[in-house]
């Protein structure tokens, strides 16, 4: 029988791996064609470098926590699976937050600027880096809650002691 701490690790490892898994392969699919006055053009996540560090990130995540579900539990490494759980939840955050100012940009364009909304001409396409940063937020939301109960867990037995 598992212990309660581990089942739950094991648990939030695995929405996670999913949830990284499903931004990668939704925003990797994600294109459209549109035309513009006339001008035909196709919308791809690889047009844009913040949605190609999303997938990069993403993709480099999925295969940590998956690497991590066959780590066993009692093993002296944790503190540095501990570590890298900081790290790639770092890694996380910064690739949803420049995912999410160029999806803004590109779903109310920028007066001030001149660039204007491309999300009336290509609504499939956003619709799919929507669906990819959903992910990605749940992702990174399970990463953050994964640290505070890997770091809970790693002080748990110094605290007792104290």
């Given at each position: 029988?598992?212990?309660?701490?581990?089942?739950?690790?094991?648990?939030?490892?695995?929405?996670?791996?999913?949830?990284?898994?499903?931004?990668?392969?939704?925003?990797?699919?994600?294109?459209?064609?549109?035309?513009?006055?006339?001008?035909?053009?196709?919308?791809?996540?690889?047009?844009?470098?913040?949605?190609?560090?999303?997938?990069?990130?993403?993709?480099?995540?999925?295969?940590?926590?998956?690497?991590?579900?066959?780590?066993?539990?009692?093993?002296?490494?944790?503190?540095?699976?501990?570590?890298?759980?900081?790290?790639?939840?770092?890694?996380?955050?910064?690739?949803?937050?420049?995912?999410?100012?160029?999806?803004?940009?590109?779903?109310?364009?920028?007066?001030?600027?001149?660039?204007?909304?491309?999300?009336g001409q290509v609504t499939k396409y956003c619709n799919q880096v929507t669906g990819a940063l959903v992910a990605g937020l749940i992702a990174l939301i399970t990463y953050i809650i994964l640290l505070l109960?890997?770091?809970?867990?790693?002080?748990?037995?110094?605290?007792?002691?104290?």
């Amino acid at each position: 029988m598992m212990k309660p701490k581990r089942l739950l690790s094991l648990l939030l490892r695995l929405i996670a791996v999913g949830a990284t898994l499903a931004a990668v392969i939704i925003m990797a699919t994600s294109h459209e064609k549109g035309t513009f006055f006339a001008v035909s053009y196709e919308a791809k996540y690889t047009d844009t470098p913040a949605f190609k560090y999303f997938v990069i990130a993403n993709a480099i995540v999925t295969v940590y926590g998956f690497l991590v579900l066959f780590h066993p539990p009692g093993s002296p490494l944790w503190r540095l699976v501990l570590a890298l759980d900081l790290v790639f939840t770092m890694l996380l955050i910064s690739s949803v937050s420049a995912a999410l100012a160029v999806a803004q940009v590109g779903k109310n364009g920028n007066s001030r600027a001149g660039w204007l909304p491309v999300c009336g001409q290509v609504t499939k396409y956003c619709n799919q880096v929507t669906g990819a940063l959903v992910a990605g937020l749940i992702a990174l939301i399970t990463y953050i809650i994964l640290l505070l109960h890997s770091i809970y867990t790693f002080l748990n037995p110094l605290l007792e002691k104290a």
